[in-house]
């Protein structure tokens, strides 16, 4: 049987995976790649070109093109966690600076 600590760790690793899972789909979603790229570079190999020339004459593609309407915003990341930490780091110089103060009124 397990120790408590190997099930808590794999219940743990479990739940991490999860989250990251949901994250990755919670970004695909919110970022969508363009219709134009491709998301991973294919491994198929390429077909050669023909040696001999073309006499057949090539038409114009009559497949219409997508096109996004302009009215379309791109989603801007947003940074949750800035204000929190600048508020932190505010109360932490305003500590330092009133220490400088006190400490330069005693020893000065």
């Known amino acids: 049987m397990a120790k408590k600590s190997h099930r808590v ?5 479990a739940v991490r995976k999860e989250r990251k899972r949901k994250k990755r789909s919670q970004v695909s979603q919110r970022y969508p790649m363009p219709a134009g790229v491709p998301a991973a570079p294919s491994t198929e ?3 050669e070109p023909a040696t001999a020339p073309s006499t057949v004459a090539t038409e114009p593609s ?6 996004r309407p302009a009215s379309t915003r791109q989603a801007v990341p947003r940074y949750q966690y800035v204000i929190a930490d600048l508020r932190k780091i505010a109360l932490i110089a305003g500590a330092m600076l009133v220490i400088l103060i006190v400490l330069a009124f005693v020893l000065g």
Do not use: C, F, K
Not at 62 to 67: F, I, K, M
């Open 45 to 47: 190999a390429t077909p």
């Open 62 to 67: 009559t497949a219409p093109s997508v096109t």
């Open 9 to 13: 760790a794999s219940r743990q690793a």
